[in-house]
């Protein structure tokens, strides 16, 4: 089978990675892919939002099932336009990707639905938001509508910061017109818990739970990234509590989708936080998360290729998905300076040894020679029995991959080991 892959971090090489594993994949382009993800697949430079370069990419290469991995091309129709063609496609049309792509219509179809999730309001009027936050509980949290690529969502701690949030979204359009809308919200308190499930519209089928870790610094200071590192399983994830998100918010919200006339197929990511009123949603992706991505496939023992054309076929109850009851640690090497300005095209020292279970993010080749390209550069996954040891080994590969400014978290399943001591 000829597979293609639209996208180009690190998720995607995990995804990449993965689907070789079956043998009946003869090739896999990655549209763009990047220098790392070149050692597994043949990478093609077409951008992941150009569905016209997409579309006739694929018809020309008579590919036989496309895998569709970020959200932007998801929200833009990415799925419809190959549909379309007829060449069948892993992740949701443009109409159910909307659950990522407006928090609006994702907040109001938890309202309509009874799905736990943070009280809002939206607005429409900058003076409107600005009056209400005058009475507003504080922290409350402020959210721009469309994708802000992970950067719309501002905690504010107090009622000034709240007010210039929203005048930066509404009036100054930081986010561009992602902003013409936002959502405020109450302000949630708890362990977060990212749950990635596969769904053909009729069976939801979690993946293994994962915690990711958003801030730049240890201890969770400085800046969000997209993602510092992750474990998996998330120990706050208890079965108590997998049953209780599956009977009032998974299948809840596979339903709410149907009856909206949007089903949903693919994977859809639940951003959950287990508040001291049980669990709530605090946001929905419509696609596998990154670096989440990078911990639950390595964990995953049946075969991707299959479970994911099964849920384009509808097949998806008879198909089977098993996770190894084993521990993942992903620690994700960064450029200097980010999540703000950085520096790229520095070498990468990356031996043989430990390449196996690095997934490459931000990174090209220049000169025969891997450099840096990004942000985030690359995620380095252990896999282990116990949690402790698989942070260990993840930590232990890191010591020997380097480049000019690269840094880490030091502390990545430190959270997850003290609660399961606590
Ligand atoms: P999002 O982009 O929706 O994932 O939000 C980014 C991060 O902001 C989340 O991972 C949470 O840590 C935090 N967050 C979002 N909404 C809330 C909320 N209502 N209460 C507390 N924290 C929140
Ligand atoms: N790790 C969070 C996300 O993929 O949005």
């Known amino acids: ?33 990047n220098g790392g993800i070149a050692a597994d697949a043949t990478c093609v430079p077409v951008k992941a939002t150009d ?14 099932y496309a895998v569709v991995a970020p959200d932007d091309p998801l929200v833009l129709g990415a799925v419809d336009a190959l549909n379309a063609i007829g060449i069948p496609c892993f992740g949701p049309e443009a109409k159910a990707a909307i659950i990522e792509g407006s928090k609006v219509f994702s907040k109001d179809l938890m309202k309509k639905y009874g799905i736990p999730t943070a009280q809002y309001e939206v607005f429409t009027d900058m003076d409107a938001a600005l009056s209400y936050l005058e009475d507003a509980p ?8 469309g994708l802000a690529l992970g950067k719309g969502v501002i905690i504010a701690q107090t009622r000034d910061e709240a007010k210039k949030a929203v005048v930066s979204m509404m009036r100054d359009k930081a986010f561009g017109k992602s902003g013409d809308r936002i959502v405020i919200e109450e302000f949630l308190t708890g362990p977060e818990v990212s749950v990635l499930s596969f769904t053909d519209g009729k069976t939801v089928v979690p ?19 997209g993602g510092m590192g992750t474990i998996a399983p998330n120990p706050y994830y208890t079965d108590a509590v997998a049953s209780e998100c599956m009977e009032k918010i998974f299948l809840p919200t596979i339903n709410a989708m149907n009856a909206e006339g949007r089903t949903f197929k693919g994977c859809l ?30 964990l995953l023992e049946s075969d991707l ?3 994911m054309m099964a849920t384009t076929n509808g097949t998806l109850a008879e198909t089977e998905v ?41 990174a090209e080749i220049a000169d025969g020679k891997l450099v840096t390209s990004g942000g985030r550069v690359l995620g380095v996954t252990a896999v282990a029995p116990t949690l402790k040891d698989a942070i260990d080994a993840s930590y232990g590969m890191v010591e020997k ?10 502390d990545i399943g430190a959270r997850a080991m003290a609660a399961k001591e606590a």
Not at 13 to 27: F, M, Q, S, W, Y
Not at 210 to 215: L, P, Q, T, V, Y
Not at 277 to 287: D, F, L, Q, S, T
């Open 51 to 64: 569905i016209e370069g997409i579309v006739e990419f694929a018809k020309a290469n008579a590919i036989d």
């Open 207 to 225: 993946m293994i739970s994962s915690m990711d870790h958003k801030r730049a610094g240890d201890n969770d200071t400085g800046l969000n990234t």
């Open 138 to 145: 504080i922290p409350t949290v402020i959210k721009a509508d």
């Open 305 to 307: 290729l299959e479970i």
């Open 322 to 362: 098993k996770f190894a009851d084993k521990n993942a640690c992903c620690v994700i090497m960064a450029s200097g300076g980010y999540p703000t300005s950085y520096k790229k095209g520095f070498e990468i020292t990356l031996p043989a040894e430990v390449a196996e279970n690095v997934y490459v993010a931000g």
């Open 1 to 33: 089978m000829k597979i293609m892959v639209v996208g180009g971090g690190g998720r995607e090489h995990a995804i990449i990675k993965k689907l070789k594993e079956n043998k009946n994949v003869e090739v896999i382009f990655a549209l763009p892919g």
């Open 401 to 410: 991959i380097s480049f000019e400014g690269g840094f880490f978290r030091h």
């Open 269 to 298: 990511y639940f951003g959950l936080m287990i508040t001291p009123h049980g669990p709530k949603v605090i946001e929905y992706n419509c696609r596998f998360g990154d670096p989440e991505t990078q911990v639950v496939l390595p």
